[in-house]
């Protein structure tokens, strides 16, 4: 029983589990704002409508920047840019 314990305190703690949403912010600035300004995320025309497709775009954006992210990485942009702008479920 220990051992669930412990491996379930591992794993809800485990970076690929938990995104940072401060790391995101800092991956965001130094990466994102080379092209853009944070206004496309609160435009009336905005095409992003789902969690789905902001880690989509995420993944998308960084590699044409050539930002070559883990995906831990795009985790911590996508719940940066969901919890400041997009506020997804």
Partial sequence: MKRLILLGV?????PAVVADAARGKTLH????????????????????KNSE?????????QLSAG????DE???DVVEYLNTTFYKFE
Avoid: P
């Avoid at 591992?10 to 485990?14: F, H, K, L």
């Avoid at 600035?29 to 992003?48: A, L, Q």
């Avoid at 930002?67 to 883990?70: S, T």
């Fill in 10 to 14: 591992m794993v809800a703690t485990s």
């Fill in 29 to 48: 600035d130094e990466h994102c704002m080379k092209c853009h300004d944070t206004g496309v995320y609160s435009r009336d025309n905005r095409f992003i």
């Fill in 67 to 70: 930002a070559q992210w883990f």
């Fill in 73 to 75: 990485d795009v985790s």
């Fill in 53 to 61: 497709a902001l880690a989509k775009q995420v993944q998308r954006c």
